[in-house]
């Protein structure tokens, strides 16, 4: 089984709906991430936790939202979707201490028309 | 965020062949990784460097890290088809983030 695991793997969606994906992972690290990737672009920070209680915003926080429901999982909203959403977005952990070395879900393909 | 600039964007080379890429800061970090991503999967580490000159072998692929700590590359010796995919640096900024540069995309020809 995966040690971060990643869902929906695939959504289309229309503008203005919210939606919420989810990232849960099985290797016992307190810290997650969720970047998203644009062609061109790179890898780019939304947002970040380094522990339950610990929520932070990255570089492009704006028109995205997360909670951090338990150590082990970490869901991204975007609260009204647009286009220039689209991307493919990966969650990722990290364990404190360990050079910030980070493991990557398999990512979400979002496609808002 | 610190940039770090990625060359070249794209390769594509015979099997067989030898590549090096680079990635590139005019800043200093405490240390560099590089992931390789594979299309529809995520980035998978491949190694980290934290000292300043700093050279790491993972079978055909070498890495080193810049006396500096701005600046590191990548060396395939005799590239494979499974050596293709997206190279990713990422430098550890100082408030426990990583910045990523934009990538290699390396193409091995059978």
């Known amino acids: 089984d995966a040690d971060v695991t990643q869902t929906p793997r695939n959504r289309i969606t229309k503008t203005g709906k919210r939606i919420m994906l989810e990232c849960s992972q099985t290797?016992?690290?307190?810290?997650m991430y969720w970047y998203r990737q644009d062609p061109g672009l790179g890898l780019r920070l939304i947002y970040y936790?380094?522990?339950?209680?610990?929520?932070n915003k990255g570089e492009i926080s704006d028109g995205y939202s997360v909670s951090r429901q338990a150590q082990a999982k970490f869901s991204l909203s975007l609260e009204s979707a647009i286009p220039n959403q689209t991307a493919l977005y990966f969650c990722a952990t990290s364990a404190t201490g360990r050079l910030n070395e980070q493991y990557f879900g398999p990512g979400t393909r979002l496609t808002v028309t | 965020t610190q940039l770090l600039e990625q060359s070249p964007q794209f390769l594509s080379i015979q099997e067989g062949e030898n590549l090096t890429v680079y990635c590139n800061s005019s800043s200093v970090f405490s240390s560099l990784q590089w992931y390789r991503q594979e299309p529809g999967e995520g980035p998978v580490l491949l190694v980290t460097v934290v000292t300043g000159g700093e050279v790491k072998k993972l079978k055909r692929l070498t890495f080193q890290f810049g006396d500096a700590r701005k600046d590191s590359s990548l060396h395939i010796t005799a590239a494979q088809p499974g050596d293709t995919g997206l190279y990713l640096c990422a430098g550890e900024e100082g408030n426990n983030r990583l910045a990523f540069g934009k990538g290699n995309q390396v193409v091995v020809i059978p």
């Open positions: 936790s380094f522990d339950v209680k610990d929520i």
């Open positions: 290797k016992g690290h307190d810290r």
